[in-house]
Structures are given as structure tokens and as C-alpha cells.
């Protein structure tokens, strides 16, 4: 029970902080690399048209359909980094709440005491500062 919710509490946190330092990256225009991997290459027809007005105007319309899909493709990362995180949030606090729910109606059959419910919180605290110290690195 303890690493089952340990384990939610760090997935949630980590998921989190991802999303959180994907807005960032995208904020100071830092992308992921797989982003520059995704190049396009200009069709090799563009570079033999002798008329230079046509050629930039296909370069031009090259340029802003590959900006417009990555900002597209950015789009697409953050609402999936943002329904990750959401899951997560959701597992963690079901799992919290059944866990609640449990250790109140059913006191004889307490699976944690006091004691042990302060430490798993303490806990809990120790993977959320954690991951924030690993975030703010990140930053840097």
C-alpha cells in the first residue's frame, strides 16, 4: 500500500513538473531536439526555379507551413503532458481518498496507524521537494 501510493505520489509530482518545464521550454523557445529532428526537407524543384521571385515565394509558404506545424506539434505535447498529469492527479487522489475512506469507517481494520500515516505524508512531502530541487536543476 505504502509504494503503491509513494509510487502515485511521484508519477503525479514528476508528471507535474514535466509539463511544467515543457511550458518553460517553449516559453524561452528551448524545444526538445526531437523538434529539430522533424525538419522537412525543401522540395529539391525550389532550388532550380530560375525565377527568384517564385523561389521565395515557395521558400516563404515552406518556412511558415513548418513553423505552423510545429507550433502545432508543441500544442499536441503540452495537451498531453496536461492529460498525463490530470491522470495522475486523479489515480493519487482516489487512491488517497480510498485509503482515507478506509482507515475511517473501518477502525478495526486500520492498516495504518497515526504514526505511520505522519511518516507516509512526510514522505510525500520529501518526493514533491525532491522533484522540485531535480526542476529547478533543469531550469538552469
Known sequence: LFQYLTQKKFDM???KL?????KQRI???HLPTSFDKREISIPTPIHTIMD????QSLKGRYDKILQRTKVDMMQVY????????????LEFNNAMNKLKENESTHL???TLTKVMFDIMIK?????????V????LKLR
Not at 52 to 55: R, S
Not at 78 to 89: D, I, K, L, S, T
Not at 123 to 131: A, Q, V
Open 108 to 110: 478495526s481494520d486500520r
Open 18 to 22: 514535466e509539463l511544467a518545464l515543457l
Open 52 to 55: 527568384t521571385e517564385t523561389a
Open 78 to 89: 503540452v495537451e498531453a503532458a496536461e492529460f498525463r498529469a490530470n491522470q495522475y492527479r
Open 13 to 15: 509530482e514528476e508528471s
Open 123 to 131: 514522505r510525500f512531502n520529501n518526493i514533491s521537494e525532491h522533484l
Open 133 to 136: 530541487s531535480v526542476y529547478k
Open 27 to 29: 516559453a524561452h523557445n
